[in-house]
């Protein structure tokens, strides 16, 4: 459902409360409470067990996931098979959407000098953001229903697989870069859920793959961390492999065989999002001001942002970007990703402040430094 559609079942929705069977007609209220939280379009889907659990044991058992061994704990896998083992009372899930696309000003991708950001990351934290739009819409929720709603809201922390019950309320299809894409929309946007003890009308699912026969996602991306689809068409990612994972996520040492291919992207990856036909028709920049790009994160220049990072201590960091989803990859893991992209840039003029970084208090920050050195070095030989 797009916020401003006209669609009976998002109108008027039949809710079972204990015993009884009523219609709550929510009438435009709920299209103008959806406009005025900023949600671009929502669905209801219904809270039966995921259907895509083989999958993901078999995705987990190739160990695709990396180290990030939080989702193969077995609490968390079984929460994420039944939304029951989180909200026992859960009848159906309310699925809201928020683009957070942004139009450069000035594209620095090409500019090697210049680090990037992923377009989600260059705002304030959507966590924070869009947890509070949906505690407002539960307080909405309650008014309308005329009694406390028993509900839980989540947007990308917890246990739940959202672009699944994204796909059963009709928003969109899995793309084979694993992105949920709406027809209308692409995929740059952010999704939130609310869980409810209301047994409401759920939407139809959204069954069509649009991808066709289109591999721009597959073709451009850098470490190959894109598979195809398996033999039930499902896509598969080795995250082991994809610059988001490497400089999120991932802890440790960046394979020295993808260190090359990451490019001047210091935080996440837009890529397999960038070329898909989708996004290239319908992608719009989000009116939402949280969203868009902070100055200190406009593409600012390798050497400033290494120099930055040097004089701060964690506290410091967290300080700096603790209102931004930036703060995940902590302050080593940051100047880490940094010193690779120098590396790659291969210029003479990233030498002081990498010789600066080798005295770094974190070995894992001095060992890329080092890498970065022998790049630049190796280089300017040629």
């Known amino acids: 459902m797009f916020v401003g559609d006209q669609c009976n079942s998002k109108v008027c929705q039949y809710i079972t409360i204990g015993a009884m069977t009523a219609k709550v007609d929510f009438g435009q209220s709920l299209e103008q409470i959806m406009e005025s939280l900023g949600f671009d379009f929502y669905g209801f889907a219904n809270v039966d067990p995921s259907s895509h659990m083989d999958f993901y044991v078999d995705w987990l058992n190739q160990g695709y996931h990396g180290d990030m061994w939080y989702l193969e704990r077995a609490n968390s896998t079984d929460r994420r098979c039944d939304l029951k083992k989180t909200m026992p009372s859960v009848q159906t899930a309310l699925v809201v959407a928020q683009n957070y696309f942004q139009d450069d000003d000035i594209d620095h991708r090409e500019d090697d000098s210049r680090a990037i ?80 003890d209301l047994d409401v009308l759920v939407d139809k699912p959204f069954l069509e793959d649009h991808c066709g026969s289109c591999t721009s996602c597959l073709d451009s991306c850098p470490t190959d961390a894109l598979l195809g689809r398996d033999e039930n068409g499902a896509p598969i990612m080795d995250a082991r492999k994809c610059i988001s994972y490497l400089t999120i996520e991932h802890r440790g040492s960046i394979p020295l065989e993808l260190r090359s291919k990451m490019g001047n992207r210091v935080y996440g990856c837009d890529i397999c999002q960038e070329v898909c036909p989708w996004n290239i028709k319908f992608s719009v920049s989000t009116p939402e001001p949280a969203f868009r790009t902070g100055a200190e994160i406009d593409g600012p220049a390798l050497m400033n ?71 630049i070095n190796s280089k300017n030989e040629d």
């Open 117 to 196: 950001f992923a377009r989600y990351a260059r705002g304030k934290d959507y966590h924070q953001i869009i947890t509070q739009k949906l505690k407002t819409l539960h307080v909405w929720v309650n008014e309308q229903i005329g009694r406390e709603v028993d509900a839980m809201v989540y947007v990308d922390t917890g246990p739940i697989l959202e672009r699944e019950l994204a796909q059963r309320a009709g928003m969109g299809w899995f793309g084979k870069n694993t992105m949920l894409i709406n027809p209308r929309k692409g995929s740059f946007f952010f999704l939130g859920l609310m869980l409810m």
């Open 305 to 375: 942002l290494a120099e930055d990072l040097t004089q701060m201590d964690d506290e410091a960091f967290r300080s700096r970007f603790g209102g931004s989803p930036i703060k995940r990859a902590q302050r080593k893991g940051l100047l880490r990703n940094v010193c690779v992209a120098m590396g790659n840039w291969g210029s003479q003029e990233c030498i002081p402040v990498l010789k600066r970084v080798l005295f770094d208090p974190e070995p894992l920050v001095r060992e890329h430094a080092a890498w970065a050195l022998e790049q």
